[in-house]
């Protein structure tokens, strides 16, 4: 007799929507259990396929929709608006530290149509800090609202403050964004004491990114929001963030930056879930790209401090990620001629036998199921080779007969090396490690691959993507510089975990499962007063959960 799965309970359910450059996909979690999941082609519109992704998720949900307790959703829309410099608002950058710091003027080492996208409004004025927290210069108030006069005459919506130091000391920050406010009603304001850490051009560079997304983050928010009640689901959103939590829509439409990376994160996290390990690597395999990461106690291994995005620099947080121009739907080139008609020339010719494979880094992307050959198109694909080495069962393989062997095998061998390769530029041991291999195209890592001391593959792991954003835990981070004084060590420790838990709450954490999970002290030896570097994360749930439920399973291919 089979036993029946636990009953789920009201609020039991989390839904999770990653929404790829090939497909969207949505998984509905249940304490945990993953009870649903679908996979569908994203479109041209993200809403659309977040709509009929949830729609088609909702029918195969084995129980009321009132029970779904909360919809999490990673997105690539901030990052992609970033890179393709589109729906950026005109952002005013101020920054303060005058005297110091003019050497090197905002936005310098931008590239120039990023400083177009935004505007290219500079202004500087009097204030900010000296590293052992005394003022460098009082903070200029009618510099500060001259500045707002001329943001106003340029159309500026957004402005982004960095003070020199302000992480030790945000006073100047604070009173500069009241003066601005007051001159320009109803702008959007970033604080880069909110935002980066130590280190003032990237911690700038990070300030002025979140600031020209805002007006983007509020409308993208309210699109997702509609997306969900449009299904009629009334539970509420959050939005996936880099560091492998998730913060609500509040805290998203305020910081849309801390959304850069979220797509690979998710898969990593819930590759650690699905499979149950907390320390491995990750590679998971989309339609376009091969993300290789690292998992460290659970959580993505986070990147060096400075991350360039876009070919701008920065230091927010940011998951150490390898990508690689490897997916399902990447384009294979060869001697095209010979592949379609099956007559190679001789090898004295330099035939398809002899020609040395490119694959990626394009990708036919979400028309995969209309170019691939496979489906009766007319690009060779990544996704062809594994169905013509039997390691797929996709489409007509017959379609595929006509590639040469010795061709696919070359091409397929090429695939394995590059993967190799990066697992390797990942590892920071020579031992052979545990490789998760997740995502949709996943056939294409090898049992065998070299660095891997075994390659899993996990249940629902071609939507672990999914599956990372709906038990994903709420998230905060704090980042500061501390003087220890009389009180002690311990107590300006516990002040910046006291800080970090109130951002958790602020970001959607229940108070009571709020936790520490993280704390890094750094003595610095260079300023008075028993200074310290002190980054704390702290996390919290919507509802308890308990990784490494999912069943892992070695060696299967397909």
Request: hydrophobic content about 45%; some cysteine.
């Amino acid at each position: 007799m089979t036993a029946r799965p636990p009953a789920i309970a009201p609020g039991d359910v989390r839904i999770g929507v990653d929404v790829g450059s090939t497909n969207t996909d949505a998984v509905a979690v249940a304490g945990t259990r993953v009870i649903a999941s679908v996979k569908r082609p994203t479109t041209g519109e993200v809403g659309e396929g977040i709509v009929d992704a949830l729609g088609a998720l909702l029918e195969r949900l084995p129980t009321h929709r009132e029970a779904v307790a909360a919809v999490m959703v990673g997105t690539t829309q901030f990052v992609n608006a970033l890179v393709q410099a589109k729906d950026l608002a005109t952002t005013g950058v101020l920054r303060i530290g005058l005297p110091s710091t003019a050497a090197l003027p905002p936005l310098v080492d931008w590239p120039p149509r990023l400083r177009r996208a935004i505007g290219d409004v500079v202004c500087l004025c009097r204030g900010g800090h000296e590293y052992d927290g005394s003022t460098i210069a009082p903070l200029d108030r009618e510099a500060v609202r001259r500045a707002g006069e001329q943001m106003a005459e340029r159309g500026v919506t957004s402005v982004a403050i960095t003070s020199v130091f302000s992480p030790l000391n945000p006073e100047h920050e604070l009173e500069a964004a009241a003066l601005l406010q007051d001159v320009l009603h109803g702008v959007e304001v970033t604080l880069s004491s909110d935002i980066g850490r130590i280190g003032l051009l990237e911690r700038e560079n990070a300030t002025i990114v979140n600031a020209s997304l805002r007006r983007l983050a509020a409308s993208t928010v309210a699109a997702l929001e509609r997306a969900i009640e449009s299904v009629g689901l009334s539970a509420p959103l959050f939005v996936s963030q880099n560091d492998g939590t998730v913060m609500n829509a509040d805290y998203a439409r305020r910081f849309p930056v801390a959304t850069f990376a979220s797509g690979p994160t998710n898969s990593i996290r819930g590759a650690a879930f699905l499979s149950g390990l907390s320390d491995a690597a990750v590679i998971d395999v989309g339609g376009t790209t091969a993300d290789v990461g690292m998992l460290v106690k659970g959580f993505p291994r986070p990147a060096p401090l400075v991350v360039e995005v876009a070919g701008v620099r920065t230091n927010f947080r940011m998951p150490d990620v390898l990508s690689l121009g490897i997916g399902g739907g990447s384009v294979v080139r060869g001697p095209w001629e010979e592949l379609r008609t099956g007559r190679p020339r001789p090898a004295s010719d330099g035939g398809a036998a002899a020609a040395e494979p490119e694959i990626g880094p394009d990708s036919v992307g979400y028309e995969l199921a209309r170019k691939a050959l496979v489906f009766g198109g007319d690009t060779l694909t990544a996704t062809d080779l594994a169905v013509a080495l039997g390691r797929l069962d996709l489409g007509d393989r017959a379609l595929v007969a006509h590639v040469p062997k010795d061709f696919v095998e070359a091409a397929w061998a090429r695939i394995q090396s590059r993967l190799a390769g990066g697992l390797d530029r990942m590892r920071t041991s020579p031992e052979p490690v545990a490789v998760v291999a997740v995502g949709g195209g996943s056939a294409l890592v090898e049992e065998e691959l070299p660095g891997a001391a075994k390659v899993l593959r996990v249940d629902h792991g071609e939507v672990a993507n999914a599956v990372g954003a709906a038990m994903a835990q709420i998230g905060a981070e704090v980042d500061r510089i501390v003087h220890v004084g009389s009180a002690g060590r311990r107590a300006a420790v516990e002040e910046v975990a006291a800080d970090a838990a109130r951002r958790a709450v602020e970001s959607g954490a229940r108070e009571e499962s709020v936790q520490i999970v993280e704390v890094e002290e750094i003595p610095i030896s260079y300023l008075p007063g028993d200074a310290l570097r002190v980054r704390v994360k702290a996390v919290g749930s919507l509802a308890p959960l308990v990784p490494g439920e999912g069943r892992s399973r070695e060696g299967r291919s397909r």
